[in-house]
């Protein structure tokens, strides 16, 4: 079987995922190495994979963003960030636009130079990359290394065509589309950036790899062999060029471990007080965003009665903590993929991972969309019939319970009809599918 290097970049939301596809790679017998910063070195023993270091961006997220050591500048980005969200959808996206042109390819003499000495050293017949990890793919092409990419959030991350701009929706939720001039003004930007850093992928090509074919749209660039989804293959999605195989995976949730006797005490005593349970977590990220939890939890406690909460509050733990009570449990971080084999509905940001847990879990969800590629998810939500979706900004503390409500009532059927169809496939699927198409790359070569 063959060697691999899973490379990922250092976002516990990327990480993760990656880890499992590594794992699942691993229980299939091939022998896997998983590449990231020394700080995730703990998902490579999970996964039972080798661990080697690399570190292929200056940014980092282990699990809270705001509790991850960042250097000044990258602190200051995340205020701003945050700062932006408030503003909505629009001003989010330009923000993240502008941040991207300052770090997208902060160094890529360092990363084409590291995996260079790895490949050296550990000698792949192929690797898996994140397909935005641009500066790992660039460096991948120029070296004329095979490799699978890996989306991990919603599928235009890989883009369908020319008319499609990274950081552009392909779709907005009903009640969150912008007005036609600050779309224009979106666009802009996105094209800006499609210009840009299509010419510097050019030059650094042209520099280091002369002989190669040019990388082309830089956005565009992904493995011309096999790209796994790690999402449902929804029919109205934009249809991707062909070329690579196409793997929809659905999800990429190892199976969950079972709660441990704290947390089965915790859901116990909520279950006690109410008859349905609901969790709370808006990311890595997005959990500094205390005002939206705190008319999320007030709104479910004070407009039911039988509802009780479990909410990830991350650094604003104890800014949260007088919401804590009999029907409501404030926590830093939870087990999220266990918990919700154990309740009946889920608040998220749109996040790929917790819309794609919450589907193969059969829970419906009210999505409450920020930033990035959480707008097209919450569009999918919407049409799938996953979930409701609600602006983080504008909405009330009762339009929460009426949300929950409505998806109670009239989702749970398609729900449970998309977790049937989600659940057929997942990481182990999608591991040997990607073994049988690389595996018959390397016959041919």
Known sequence: MPRVVVVSPPFMSHARPLSVLAGA????????HFACAPAFEHLARQAGARFVPLSVTRNANTGVAEATEQDDQEAARLREFLDATREGAVSTLLTQARHRRADMLADPDGVLDAL?????????????????????????????????????????YVLAGPDAWFGVPYDWPSGLRPAPRRLRELRTAARRNDKLFTSLFEAFARQHAPSRPAPGRAFALSSPHAVVYAYPPFPWLPKPPHGPARLFAGHMAADPDPLDTDWDARLRRLRGNSERLVLVALGTFLSARDDVLRTVVTGLVEGTQDVSVVVAAGERTAALADL?????????????????????AMVHHGGGNSFTECLRAGVPAVVLPFSSDQFSVARDAERSGAGVVLDPNTMA?????????????????????????????????????????????????
């Open 116 to 156: 260079r000495s790895m490949d050296r050293e550990v000698r792949p017949d192929w690797y898996v990359v994140d397909q935005l990890s641009y500066p790992v793919t660039l460096a991948l092409h120029c070296l004329g290394l095979p490799y699978a990419s890996f989306c991990p959030g919603h599928p235009s």
């Open 324 to 344: 804590a009570g009999d029907r409501v449990e404030v926590a830093r971080s939870v087990p999220q993929r266990a918990l919700l084999d154990h309740v009946d």
């Open 25 to 32: 790679l691993g229980r299939q017998g091939a022998d896997v």
């Open 397 to 445: 503390p009762d339009d929460v319970p009426a949300a929950l409500a409505a998806a109670w009532t009239s989702l749970e059927p398609r729900v449970a009809a998309l977790a049937e169809s989600v659940g057929r496939r997942g990481p182990r699927w999608a591991a040997g599918e990607l073994l049988a198409s690389m595996g018959a790359l390397s016959a041919r070569t």
